[in-house]
Structure formats: structure tokens, C-alpha cells
């Protein structure tokens, strides 16, 4: 299989305008990502998939990989869609570009999967960690998602599911870490898929494959790491880089 990696970066996100270009330990968090995830030596190739040219300059002056996107996108899988439309892969990897923290044994179980699905069954892959403290599973800048026995997907959102009407039922939690793993297909067929309701009012693009049938196999990881959402959590991330 050859396995590629596609950073989506905005320049202006919405909860914290301009984070990717933030100092992180003498790096922006944008470069701070792509080089943890071309550390991860899984890839044959890493881009930073971007609508911002002071990003793609940031990438390419410092030797990496950037893509400028042609198109408006309303989501980071569409960005990555039109970038590899017409590049030879049959997995693309999604690391967000609020994830400096990015590592290598996390991004090889999520590959994992894929080796012995021999009838394509899986369409993606993703991360979950488990959270117990209960102000981060209220916190709807945390996504948290829901799995089956054979940890697919049931459902993603920002309210704390399942909810805790009997405190005692053994209920866990899973924080959906931003990283995903798409069969070519499953991701350029999300390009053409119409967004619904439930993605529209969580604003949670994966939800849209959940609506249109495709499975998303669930990975547990015990690393949490830090995606930069707030000033916060850039705060947050400079202590832990320290």
C-alpha cells in the first residue's frame, strides 16, 4: 500500500484566528506538526494542504511540502480531496494542523487496520483516548464519539455521550483525537456528498460518513497529547513542549 500524509491548514479558524502561525517553542505549530509528522517515517510523502499563502510560504522556506488549495472548502477532508485526486495512493492520512504533538505509535495502529481488511470493509480509521476528567467531557471544544463491540463508529459529538442518567452503568468516555486514515475512495467520495443536518449542527465533518453509510473503525490510544483549539491550549502545549 502506499501511504501518504495531508495536513488541511487554515489560516483563519474560527475559535483562534491565526494558531497555526503561534510561536511553539521557537517553531509555529503548523511547522512544529508537519516535521512530527514526517518524523513518524510512515509516509511516502507529507504535504501541508493550506488556503493561506503565509502558511505555505512557512512550509516551504523551512524545506517541507506544501499544497495551495484551487477551491473555497468548508472542511478539511474536502481540502485534502482535491489535493489528491490525481496523486497514486490508496491511504491518505489526515493529521490535523493544530496537532504538534503528532507520533508515531498512535499513526501505525490506525494503519494497522488496514492490513487485514482484504475486502475494504473499513472506509477510514480514526483515534479515540479515553477522559475521565468531567469538565473536558462537558467541554464541546472536546469531540468525543461512541463505538460498537468491534469499535466502529456509532456517532461523534461535542454534548458528553453517552449521557450519565445512571452514573453507575460503567459508561466510558472517548475523546476523538483529530486524525484520520481514508481509503482514497471513501475520502474523494466525501467531496460529492451534500452535508446533512446532524454534521451541519454539530459542526463535526466525520459525522457526514457516518450519514451516508460509510464505517469508520475506531482506534484506542493511551496518548493525549494536545490539539490547539484555544489560547489555552497553546499555553498548555508550550508547558508540555518545555
Known amino acids: 500500500m502506499k501511504i501518504i500524509s495531508m495536513i488541511p491548514a487554515r489560516y483563519s479558524a474560527s475559535r483562534f484566528p ?19 509528522t514526517v518524523a513518524t517515517d510512515l509516509f511516502s510523502e507529507v504535504y501541508v494542504v493550506t488556503d493561506s499563502t503565509i502558511i505555505y510560504d512557512e512550509i516551504v522556506k523551512n524545506g517541507g511540502k506544501a499544497l495551495l488549495s484551487k477551491k473555497e472548502h468548508h472542511s478539511g477532508s474536502d481540502r485534502i480531496a482535491e489535493a489528491v ?40 480509521a480514526s483515534l479515540m483516548v479515553e477522559i ?17 463491540q468491534n469499535n466502529y463508529a456509532l456517532y461523534f459529538s461535542r454534548s458528553p455521550i453517552p449521557f450519565p442518567r445512571d452514573k453507575d452503568a460503567g459508561a466510558r468516555y472517548f475523546k476523538h483525537k483529530g486524525i484520520y486514515a481514508f481509503r482514497k475512495q471513501a475520502l474523494l467520495d466525501f467531496s460529492t456528498l451534500p452535508m446533512q443536518f446532524l454534521e451541519a449542527t454539530e459542526k463535526i465533518e466525520c459525522i457526514r460518513y457516518l450519514e451516508y453509510g460509510k464505517r469508520i473503525k475506531m482506534v484506542e490510544t493511551t496518548i493525549q497529547g494536545v490539539e490547539i483549539d484555544t489560547p489555552e491550549d497553546l499555553e498548555k502545549a508550550k508547558r508540555l513542549w518545555k
Open 18 to 36: 491565526g494558531k497555526l502561525m503561534k510561536n511553539l517553542g521557537g517553531k509555529s505549530v503548523i511547522l512544529r506538526t508537519y516535521e512530527a
Open 85 to 124: 485526486e490525481n496523486v497514486d495512493c490508496d491511504i491518505v492520512v489526515n493529521v490535523q494542523g493544530d496537532e504538534p504533538f503528532t507520533e508515531r505509535e498512535s499513526l501505525f495502529k490506525v494503519l494497522e487496520v488496514f492490513k487485514d481488511d482484504y475486502q475494504k470493509n473499513i472506509d477510514l
Open 132 to 148: 475521565k476528567d468531567w469538565n473536558e467531557i462537558k467541554d464541546p471544544n472536546t469531540v468525543k464519539v461512541i463505538v460498537d
